[in-house]
Protein backbone atom coordinates (compact mmCIF):
# COMPACT_ATOMS: atom_id res chain seq x y z
CA UNK A 1 0.00 0.00 0.00
CA UNK A 2 1.43 3.02 -0.71
CA UNK A 3 1.60 6.07 1.46
CA UNK A 4 -0.16 9.29 0.93
CA UNK A 5 1.91 12.88 1.87
CA UNK A 6 -0.05 14.69 4.11
CA UNK A 7 0.98 18.15 6.34
CA UNK A 8 1.14 19.18 9.87
CA UNK A 9 -2.35 20.06 9.47
CA UNK A 10 -5.28 18.54 7.40
CA UNK A 11 -9.18 18.32 6.95
CA UNK A 12 -10.92 15.56 8.20
CA UNK A 13 -14.27 14.10 8.06
CA UNK A 14 -16.66 12.09 9.48
CA UNK A 15 -19.89 10.76 7.84
CA UNK A 16 -21.45 8.43 10.41
CA UNK A 17 -21.21 11.44 13.36
CA UNK A 18 -22.65 14.33 10.57
CA UNK A 19 -19.18 15.99 10.93
CA UNK A 20 -18.39 17.20 7.35
CA UNK A 21 -15.53 19.24 8.03
CA UNK A 22 -13.04 18.96 11.35
CA UNK A 23 -9.06 20.23 11.33
CA UNK A 24 -7.21 17.68 13.10
CA UNK A 25 -3.23 18.65 14.05
CA UNK A 26 -1.11 15.79 12.75
CA UNK A 27 1.37 14.81 15.92
CA UNK A 28 2.97 11.75 15.60
CA UNK A 29 4.42 12.60 18.81
CA UNK A 30 1.12 11.54 20.46
CA UNK A 31 -0.17 7.97 20.27
CA UNK A 32 -3.93 8.28 20.15
CA UNK A 33 -6.63 10.27 18.02
CA UNK A 34 -8.68 12.21 20.37
CA UNK A 35 -11.71 14.91 19.43
CA UNK A 36 -12.96 17.99 21.32
CA UNK A 37 -16.50 16.44 23.06
CA UNK A 38 -18.57 18.18 25.55
CA UNK A 39 -21.63 16.89 27.78
CA UNK A 40 -20.26 13.23 27.42
CA UNK A 41 -22.56 10.67 28.64
CA UNK A 42 -22.73 7.26 28.66
CA UNK A 43 -26.01 5.35 28.20
CA UNK A 44 -27.25 2.03 27.04
CA UNK A 45 -28.57 0.43 23.35
CA UNK A 46 -29.94 -2.34 24.50
CA UNK A 47 -27.22 -4.47 25.87
CA UNK A 48 -24.49 -2.34 24.85
CA UNK A 49 -22.91 0.85 26.33
CA UNK A 50 -23.08 3.56 24.07
CA UNK A 51 -21.82 7.71 24.52
CA UNK A 52 -23.71 10.76 23.63
CA UNK A 53 -21.48 13.84 23.56
CA UNK A 54 -21.31 17.14 21.78
CA UNK A 55 -18.74 18.47 19.12
CA UNK A 56 -17.98 22.17 18.47
CA UNK A 57 -15.87 21.45 15.20
CA UNK A 58 -14.85 24.92 14.39
CA UNK A 59 -12.42 26.92 16.33
CA UNK A 60 -13.68 30.35 18.49
CA UNK A 61 -17.26 29.06 17.18
CA UNK A 62 -19.43 27.77 20.08
CA UNK A 63 -22.52 28.62 18.35
CA UNK A 64 -22.07 25.48 15.96
CA UNK A 65 -23.05 22.19 18.08
CA UNK A 66 -23.17 18.87 16.13
CA UNK A 67 -24.56 16.24 18.80
CA UNK A 68 -22.87 12.86 18.13
CA UNK A 69 -23.44 9.27 19.45
CA UNK A 70 -21.51 6.43 19.23
CA UNK A 71 -20.40 3.19 20.44
CA UNK A 72 -18.03 2.63 23.63
CA UNK A 73 -15.38 0.30 22.53
CA UNK A 74 -13.00 1.12 25.47
CA UNK A 75 -12.33 3.36 28.96
CA UNK A 76 -8.69 4.59 28.89
CA UNK A 77 -6.23 6.14 30.92
CA UNK A 78 -4.94 8.70 28.46
CA UNK A 79 -1.71 11.14 29.60
CA UNK A 80 -1.47 14.36 27.56
CA UNK A 81 1.08 16.16 26.78
CA UNK A 82 1.41 18.19 29.69
CA UNK A 83 1.72 14.92 31.67
CA UNK A 84 -1.77 14.80 33.34
CA UNK A 85 -3.88 11.96 33.11
CA UNK A 86 -7.56 11.45 32.70
CA UNK A 87 -10.21 8.74 32.06
CA UNK A 88 -11.59 8.87 28.75
CA UNK A 89 -14.27 6.79 26.47
CA UNK A 90 -12.88 5.65 23.06
CA UNK A 91 -15.05 5.03 19.70
CA UNK A 92 -14.23 3.28 16.75
CA UNK A 93 -15.33 5.40 13.90
CA UNK A 94 -14.67 5.58 9.79
CA UNK A 95 -12.50 9.00 8.94
CA UNK A 96 -12.34 10.19 6.02
CA UNK A 97 -8.95 12.06 4.93
CA UNK A 98 -8.57 13.25 1.07
CA UNK A 99 -9.19 9.98 -0.56
CA UNK A 100 -8.56 7.70 2.16
CA UNK A 101 -11.01 6.31 4.07
CA UNK A 102 -10.73 4.33 7.29
CA UNK A 103 -11.45 3.52 11.13
CA UNK A 104 -10.07 4.68 13.57
CA UNK A 105 -10.10 5.11 17.37
CA UNK A 106 -11.02 8.46 18.91
CA UNK A 107 -10.76 9.32 22.62
CA UNK A 108 -13.55 11.65 23.40
CA UNK A 109 -11.66 14.94 25.01
CA UNK A 110 -12.79 18.55 26.17
CA UNK A 111 -9.47 20.29 23.85
CA UNK A 112 -11.68 23.66 23.99
CA UNK A 113 -8.39 25.52 25.30
CA UNK A 114 -6.48 23.98 22.23
CA UNK A 115 -5.54 24.83 18.51
CA UNK A 116 -7.45 22.38 17.07
CA UNK A 117 -10.11 20.13 17.42
CA UNK A 118 -8.58 16.99 16.52
CA UNK A 119 -5.67 15.22 17.09
CA UNK A 120 -4.65 12.47 14.85
CA UNK A 121 -2.02 10.46 16.56
CA UNK A 122 0.58 7.95 14.90
CA UNK A 123 -1.83 5.30 15.31
CA UNK A 124 -4.10 6.38 13.00
CA UNK A 125 -1.17 7.34 10.56
CA UNK A 126 0.62 4.16 11.09
CA UNK A 127 1.36 2.61 7.02
CA UNK A 128 -1.05 5.10 5.66
CA UNK A 129 0.54 8.37 5.70
CA UNK A 130 4.03 10.15 5.62
CA UNK A 131 4.12 13.71 7.09
CA UNK A 132 5.52 16.78 5.90
CA UNK A 133 5.46 18.97 8.55
CA UNK A 134 6.54 21.98 6.83
CA UNK A 135 3.14 22.01 5.09
CA UNK A 136 -0.15 21.59 5.66
CA UNK A 137 -3.64 20.44 3.83
CA UNK A 138 -2.04 18.65 1.19
CA UNK A 139 -5.26 16.22 1.10
CA UNK A 140 -7.89 19.36 0.75
CA UNK A 141 -8.46 23.43 0.94
CA UNK A 142 -11.54 24.33 2.49
CA UNK A 143 -12.07 28.55 2.80
CA UNK A 144 -13.80 29.89 6.16
CA UNK A 145 -17.31 30.26 3.45
CA UNK A 146 -16.85 26.79 2.51
CA UNK A 147 -17.01 25.70 6.14
CA UNK A 148 -20.11 27.65 7.17
CA UNK A 149 -21.51 26.61 4.55
CA UNK A 150 -21.17 22.78 5.00
CA UNK A 151 -22.93 23.64 8.67
CA UNK A 152 -25.14 26.26 7.83
CA UNK A 153 -28.71 24.15 8.79
CA UNK A 154 -27.28 24.62 12.46
CA UNK A 155 -26.68 27.85 12.32
CA UNK A 156 -30.31 28.91 12.85
CA UNK A 157 -31.74 25.84 14.80
CA UNK A 158 -32.93 28.03 18.03
CA UNK A 159 -34.18 31.80 18.03
CA UNK A 160 -31.91 32.83 20.93
CA UNK A 161 -29.23 31.37 23.40
CA UNK A 162 -29.40 29.66 26.69
CA UNK A 163 -27.69 31.87 29.31
CA UNK A 164 -27.26 31.53 32.99
CA UNK A 165 -26.61 34.07 35.23
CA UNK A 166 -24.64 32.84 38.50
CA UNK A 167 -24.85 34.83 41.25
CA UNK A 168 -26.00 35.38 44.88
CA UNK A 169 -29.09 37.91 45.01
CA UNK A 170 -31.62 37.81 42.10
CA UNK A 171 -32.53 41.21 43.65
CA UNK A 172 -30.27 43.63 43.31
CA UNK A 173 -29.92 45.91 40.38
CA UNK A 174 -27.21 44.85 38.64
CA UNK A 175 -28.84 41.23 37.92
CA UNK A 176 -31.73 42.27 37.28
CA UNK A 177 -31.06 44.61 34.70
CA UNK A 178 -29.00 41.48 33.19
CA UNK A 179 -31.80 39.35 33.61
CA UNK A 180 -33.61 41.95 31.32
CA UNK A 181 -31.72 42.52 28.94
CA UNK A 182 -31.00 38.83 28.02
CA UNK A 183 -34.76 38.59 27.65
CA UNK A 184 -34.79 41.66 25.82
CA UNK A 185 -32.39 40.42 23.05
CA UNK A 186 -34.40 36.91 22.63
CA UNK A 187 -32.44 34.92 24.81
CA UNK A 188 -33.30 32.54 27.38
CA UNK A 189 -32.39 33.76 30.97
CA UNK A 190 -31.45 31.51 34.11
CA UNK A 191 -31.16 32.59 37.52
CA UNK A 192 -28.80 30.42 39.72
CA UNK A 193 -28.13 31.36 43.53
CA UNK A 194 -23.90 29.85 43.83
CA UNK A 195 -24.73 28.60 46.82
CA UNK A 196 -27.23 26.23 45.64
CA UNK A 197 -25.52 24.75 42.98
CA UNK A 198 -23.06 21.35 43.62
CA UNK A 199 -20.58 19.44 41.38
CA UNK A 200 -20.08 15.75 39.88
CA UNK A 201 -16.37 15.84 39.77
CA UNK A 202 -16.39 12.57 37.07
CA UNK A 203 -13.60 12.80 34.22
CA UNK A 204 -16.46 10.82 32.01
CA UNK A 205 -19.48 12.43 33.16
CA UNK A 206 -19.00 15.88 35.08
CA UNK A 207 -21.98 17.86 36.28
CA UNK A 208 -23.38 20.95 37.52
CA UNK A 209 -26.46 20.23 39.73
CA UNK A 210 -29.17 22.43 41.25
CA UNK A 211 -30.92 22.41 44.56
CA UNK A 212 -33.46 19.11 44.26
CA UNK A 213 -31.08 17.33 42.14
CA UNK A 214 -31.83 19.23 38.43
CA UNK A 215 -29.17 18.78 35.85
CA UNK A 216 -27.49 22.49 34.44
CA UNK A 217 -27.09 21.67 30.97
CA UNK A 218 -27.16 22.91 27.22
CA UNK A 219 -26.51 26.45 28.68
CA UNK A 220 -24.47 28.46 25.70
CA UNK A 221 -22.58 30.98 28.27
CA UNK A 222 -22.55 32.08 32.24
CA UNK A 223 -22.83 35.22 33.82
CA UNK A 224 -20.64 35.40 36.54
CA UNK A 225 -21.39 37.67 39.49
CA UNK A 226 -19.64 36.29 42.17
CA UNK A 227 -19.12 38.49 45.33
CA UNK A 228 -15.80 38.62 46.79
CA UNK A 229 -17.18 35.84 49.96
CA UNK A 230 -18.00 33.65 47.29
CA UNK A 231 -14.71 33.67 44.87
CA UNK A 232 -13.13 30.03 46.09
CA UNK A 233 -16.72 28.70 45.17
CA UNK A 234 -18.03 30.45 42.76
CA UNK A 235 -14.65 29.86 40.36
CA UNK A 236 -14.98 26.20 41.32
CA UNK A 237 -18.48 26.23 40.00
CA UNK A 238 -16.83 27.70 37.05
CA UNK A 239 -14.62 25.84 36.28
CA UNK A 240 -16.97 23.08 36.19
CA UNK A 241 -19.07 24.98 33.96
CA UNK A 242 -16.24 25.17 31.54
CA UNK A 243 -14.99 22.05 31.53
CA UNK A 244 -18.66 20.72 29.96
CA UNK A 245 -18.55 23.07 27.50
CA UNK A 246 -20.06 26.41 28.63
CA UNK A 247 -18.52 29.65 27.42
CA UNK A 248 -17.54 31.83 31.20
CA UNK A 249 -18.12 35.80 29.98
CA UNK A 250 -14.94 35.89 32.79
CA UNK A 251 -13.31 32.93 33.31
CA UNK A 252 -12.25 31.31 37.11
CA UNK A 253 -8.47 32.31 36.29
CA UNK A 254 -9.05 36.15 35.69
CA UNK A 255 -11.40 36.58 38.89
CA UNK A 256 -9.33 34.92 40.90
CA UNK A 257 -6.32 37.16 39.36
CA UNK A 258 -8.21 40.73 39.85
CA UNK A 259 -9.77 39.52 43.89
CA UNK A 260 -5.67 38.95 44.85
CA UNK A 261 -4.32 42.69 45.02
CA UNK A 262 -1.42 41.65 45.69
CA UNK A 263 -0.83 39.01 42.62
CA UNK A 264 -2.87 41.91 40.10
CA UNK A 265 -0.41 44.57 41.51
CA UNK A 266 2.56 42.10 40.68
CA UNK A 267 1.10 41.92 37.32
CA UNK A 268 0.68 45.28 36.76
CA UNK A 269 4.02 46.48 37.89
CA UNK A 270 5.52 43.93 35.48
CA UNK A 271 3.12 44.99 32.55
CA UNK A 272 4.50 48.51 32.98
CA UNK A 273 1.41 50.01 34.24
CA UNK A 274 1.80 52.98 37.37
CA UNK A 275 0.12 52.27 40.43
CA UNK A 276 0.54 54.42 43.40
CA UNK A 277 3.42 53.15 44.93
CA UNK A 278 2.91 50.05 47.39
CA UNK A 279 4.44 47.69 50.30
CA UNK A 280 3.79 44.74 51.58
CA UNK A 281 5.30 42.63 54.22
CA UNK A 282 4.47 39.49 56.39
CA UNK A 283 6.32 40.24 60.09
CA UNK A 284 4.49 43.39 61.95
CA UNK A 285 8.45 43.76 62.44
CA UNK A 286 9.11 45.82 59.38
CA UNK A 287 5.75 47.77 60.19
CA UNK A 288 7.90 51.32 60.26
CA UNK A 289 10.23 50.43 57.10
CA UNK A 290 7.72 49.41 55.05
CA UNK A 291 5.67 52.51 56.03
CA UNK A 292 8.79 55.21 55.36
CA UNK A 293 9.12 52.61 51.83
CA UNK A 294 5.72 54.23 50.49
CA UNK A 295 6.88 57.80 51.55
CA UNK A 296 5.40 58.02 55.15
CA UNK A 297 1.77 59.00 56.05
CA UNK A 298 -0.72 59.75 55.25
CA UNK A 299 -0.95 56.32 53.80
CA UNK A 300 -3.77 54.02 52.36
CA UNK A 301 -3.94 50.27 54.03
CA UNK A 302 -6.19 47.50 52.21
CA UNK A 303 -7.03 44.71 53.09
CA UNK A 304 -5.91 41.92 49.81
CA UNK A 305 -9.58 40.35 50.13
CA UNK A 306 -11.99 43.21 49.89
CA UNK A 307 -14.63 45.28 47.62
CA UNK A 308 -16.61 48.12 47.43
CA UNK A 309 -14.49 49.95 49.50
CA UNK A 310 -14.54 47.48 52.66
CA UNK A 311 -11.49 46.60 54.61
CA UNK A 312 -9.53 49.80 53.05
CA UNK A 313 -8.88 52.19 55.50
CA UNK A 314 -6.41 55.82 55.72
CA UNK A 315 -3.86 56.53 58.45
CA UNK A 316 -2.98 60.80 59.04
CA UNK A 317 0.30 59.93 60.98
CA UNK A 318 2.81 57.23 61.09
CA UNK A 319 2.11 56.78 64.18
CA UNK A 320 -1.87 55.72 63.17
CA UNK A 321 -0.50 53.67 60.42
CA UNK A 322 1.47 51.47 62.63
CA UNK A 323 -1.17 50.70 64.70
CA UNK A 324 -3.85 50.05 62.05
CA UNK A 325 -1.50 47.78 60.69
CA UNK A 326 -0.07 45.65 63.36
CA UNK A 327 -3.72 45.51 64.45
CA UNK A 328 -4.59 43.76 61.38
CA UNK A 329 -1.23 41.62 61.65
CA UNK A 330 -2.68 40.61 64.61
CA UNK A 331 -5.55 38.98 62.96
CA UNK A 332 -3.45 37.58 60.94
CA UNK A 333 -4.40 39.79 57.62
CA UNK A 334 -2.68 40.15 54.63
CA UNK A 335 -2.78 44.18 54.03
CA UNK A 336 -1.28 46.43 51.43
CA UNK A 337 0.21 49.84 52.08
CA UNK A 338 -0.33 52.25 49.41
CA UNK A 339 0.89 56.02 49.25
CA UNK A 340 -1.82 58.21 48.92
CA UNK A 341 -2.70 60.57 46.44
CA UNK A 342 -3.48 63.70 47.69
CA UNK A 343 -4.33 65.91 44.75
CA UNK A 344 -7.03 63.54 43.40
CA UNK A 345 -9.18 64.99 46.69
CA UNK A 346 -11.45 62.09 47.36
CA UNK A 347 -12.34 61.48 43.39
CA UNK A 348 -11.43 58.46 41.43
CA UNK A 349 -12.54 57.35 37.77
CA UNK A 350 -14.42 54.37 37.32
CA UNK A 351 -13.92 52.68 33.52
CA UNK A 352 -16.63 49.85 32.52
CA UNK A 353 -14.58 47.72 29.60
CA UNK A 354 -16.22 45.12 27.46
CA UNK A 355 -14.40 43.25 25.21
CA UNK A 356 -11.55 45.34 25.14
CA UNK A 357 -13.44 48.20 24.51
CA UNK A 358 -14.43 51.44 27.19
CA UNK A 359 -18.30 51.39 27.06
CA UNK A 360 -18.81 54.37 29.70
CA UNK A 361 -16.95 55.96 32.29
CA UNK A 362 -17.91 58.25 35.47
CA UNK A 363 -16.09 60.20 38.05
CA UNK A 364 -16.88 59.18 41.41
CA UNK A 365 -16.64 61.67 44.61
CA UNK A 366 -16.22 60.46 48.28
CA UNK A 367 -18.96 62.17 50.74
CA UNK A 368 -17.40 64.98 52.88
CA UNK A 369 -15.06 63.35 55.60
CA UNK A 370 -14.32 60.64 53.90
CA UNK A 371 -11.82 59.59 51.68
CA UNK A 372 -13.40 56.31 49.52
CA UNK A 373 -15.26 56.89 46.57
CA UNK A 374 -17.38 53.93 46.18
CA UNK A 375 -20.63 54.50 45.74
CA UNK A 376 -21.77 51.84 48.14
CA UNK A 377 -20.21 53.69 50.94
CA UNK A 378 -21.90 57.11 50.07
CA UNK A 379 -20.02 58.44 47.42
CA UNK A 380 -21.52 60.15 44.17
CA UNK A 381 -21.00 60.03 40.81
CA UNK A 382 -20.93 61.83 37.23
CA UNK A 383 -20.29 61.19 33.43
CA UNK A 384 -16.95 62.20 32.56
CA UNK A 385 -14.79 62.38 29.56
CA UNK A 386 -11.58 60.27 29.98
CA UNK A 387 -8.49 61.05 28.21
CA UNK A 388 -7.21 58.37 25.53
CA UNK A 389 -4.32 57.92 27.98
CA UNK A 390 -7.01 56.97 31.05
CA UNK A 391 -8.60 54.65 28.64
CA UNK A 392 -5.40 52.91 26.74
CA UNK A 393 -4.77 52.33 30.67
CA UNK A 394 -8.31 50.91 31.27
CA UNK A 395 -7.95 48.47 28.28
CA UNK A 396 -5.03 47.40 29.23
CA UNK A 397 -5.31 46.53 32.77
CA UNK A 398 -8.74 44.57 31.68
CA UNK A 399 -6.60 42.78 29.26
CA UNK A 400 -3.78 41.69 31.70
CA UNK A 401 -6.64 40.02 33.53
CA UNK A 402 -7.87 38.46 30.37
CA UNK A 403 -11.41 39.95 31.82
CA UNK A 404 -13.97 40.40 29.10
CA UNK A 405 -15.70 41.94 31.52
CA UNK A 406 -13.75 44.89 34.04
CA UNK A 407 -14.68 47.88 36.13
CA UNK A 408 -11.83 49.21 35.88
CA UNK A 409 -10.77 52.58 38.65
CA UNK A 410 -8.26 55.06 37.83
CA UNK A 411 -7.31 57.91 39.95
CA UNK A 412 -5.87 61.02 38.37
CA UNK A 413 -2.64 62.22 40.29
CA UNK A 414 0.65 64.65 39.51
CA UNK A 415 2.98 62.16 37.67
CA UNK A 416 -0.01 60.64 35.48
CA UNK A 417 -2.94 58.41 35.96
CA UNK A 418 -2.52 55.48 38.31
CA UNK A 419 -4.29 52.46 38.15
CA UNK A 420 -6.03 51.44 41.49
CA UNK A 421 -7.76 48.19 41.14
CA UNK A 422 -10.00 46.25 38.83
CA UNK A 423 -13.43 44.50 39.39
CA UNK A 424 -14.29 41.80 38.54
CA UNK A 425 -18.06 42.45 38.89
CA UNK A 426 -18.59 45.56 38.73
CA UNK A 427 -21.69 47.56 39.64
CA UNK A 428 -24.24 48.35 36.77
CA UNK A 429 -26.44 50.73 38.69
CA UNK A 430 -24.08 53.67 39.52
CA UNK A 431 -22.57 53.83 35.53
CA UNK A 432 -26.12 53.11 34.47
CA UNK A 433 -27.34 55.80 36.05
CA UNK A 434 -24.47 58.53 35.70
CA UNK A 435 -24.11 57.90 32.02
CA UNK A 436 -27.88 56.54 30.77
CA UNK A 437 -26.13 54.00 28.94
CA UNK A 438 -27.13 50.42 28.35
CA UNK A 439 -24.47 48.75 29.93
CA UNK A 440 -26.23 45.47 30.45
CA UNK A 441 -27.30 44.87 26.88
CA UNK A 442 -23.67 45.51 26.04
CA UNK A 443 -22.82 42.55 28.44
CA UNK A 444 -25.18 40.49 26.19
CA UNK A 445 -23.75 41.54 22.73
CA UNK A 446 -20.18 40.38 24.00
CA UNK A 447 -21.88 37.00 24.82
CA UNK A 448 -23.24 37.40 21.04
CA UNK A 449 -20.24 37.96 19.01
CA UNK A 450 -18.26 35.75 21.19
CA UNK A 451 -20.38 32.66 20.67
CA UNK A 452 -21.17 34.33 16.78
CA UNK A 453 -24.85 34.25 17.28
CA UNK A 454 -26.71 35.09 14.18
CA UNK A 455 -30.41 35.82 14.85
CA UNK A 456 -32.70 34.89 12.78
Known sequence: MEKALIGSQEWCSFENLNIPSIKARIDSGAKTSSIQSTNIKKFKKGKESWVSFDVNPIQDNLSIVVHCESKIVDVRIVKSSSGITDKRFVILETVQIGNNSFEIELTLANRDGMDFRMLLGREAMKDRFIVDPSKHHLTSQITDEELEKKYSHLLHEKSGLSIGLLATDKSLYSNKRLMEAGKARGHEMY?????????????????????????????????????????????????????????????????????????????????????????????????????????????????????????????????????????????????????????????????????????????????????????????????????????????????????????VDIIRSNKGPLLLEVNSSPGLEGIETATGKDIANEMIIAIEKKLKFKRL
Do not use: W
Request: hydrophobic share 40%; proline share 3%; charged share 20%.
Open 191 to 407: FYNIQQCYMRLDTVTPEVRYRGGSIIQDLDAIIPRIRPSMTFYGCALLRQFYSIGTYCLNSDTAISQSRDKLFSSQLFSANDIQIPITGFAKSPLDTKDLINMVGGAPLVIKLLQSAQGKGVVSAETDKAAESVINAFKSLQANILVQEFIKEAAGKDLRCFVVSGKVVASIERSAPKGEFRSNIHMGGTAKKVKITQEERRLAIKAAKILNLAIAG
